[in-house]
Nanobody, 120 residues
Framework: QVQLVESGGGLVQPGGSLRPSCAAS????????MGWFRQAPGKEREFVAL???????TYTDSVKGRFTISRDNAKNSVYLQMNSLKPEDTAVYYC??????????????WGQGTQVTVSS
C-alpha cells in the first residue's frame, strides 16, 4: 500500500515557475514508476510526465523543455519542476504510483491533487 500527498501548487503569473512535490508512504516507493497527471476544468485527466525506478523520464510533448520530473528515493518523494508556465497549464495536478505507462489505468495509487493556476 502506498499513500501519496501532493503539495506545492498555487497561483503564478505566465512565465513563472512552481515545483509541486509528492510525498509517499510505504517501504516500496523506489520500486514504482511515479507519474504526474493533470486535469483542467472540463477536460479529461491527461499524462504529464513519469520517472521510472531507474530515473529514466518521459514527458508529454506540450511540457518538454519546460517541466522536469525528479525523485528522491531516500525521502520517498517525487517532484515536478515547472518553468515557463502558460495559462493552458492550469489544472489540478496529481501524482500517481504504478507501472511505466502513459495510461492512468496502469497506476494503482493516487494523491488528492494540487491546484496549479497560471494567470496574470
Amino acid at each position: 500500500q502506498v499513500q501519496l500527498v501532493e503539495s506545492g501548487g498555487g497561483l503564478v503569473q505566465p512565465g513563472g515557475s512552481l515545483r509541486p512535490s509528492c510525498a509517499a508512504s510505504g517501504r516500496t516507493f523506489n520500486t514504482y514508476t511515479m507519474g504526474w497527471f493533470r486535469q483542467a476544468p472540463g477536460k479529461e485527466r491527461e499524462f504529464v510526465a513519469l520517472i521510472n525506478m531507474y530515473g529514466g523520464s518521459t514527458y508529454t510533448d506540450s511540457v518538454k523543455g519546460r517541466f522536469t520530473i525528479s525523485r528522491d528515493n531516500a525521502k520517498n518523494s517525487v517532484y515536478l519542476q515547472m518553468n515557463s508556465l502558460k495559462p493552458e497549464d492550469t489544472a489540478v495536478y496529481y501524482c500517481a504510483a504504478g507501472r511505466p505507462s502513459f495510461s492512468e489505468t496502469d497506476y494503482s495509487y493516487w494523491g488528492q491533487g494540487t491546484q496549479v493556476t497560471v494567470s496574470s
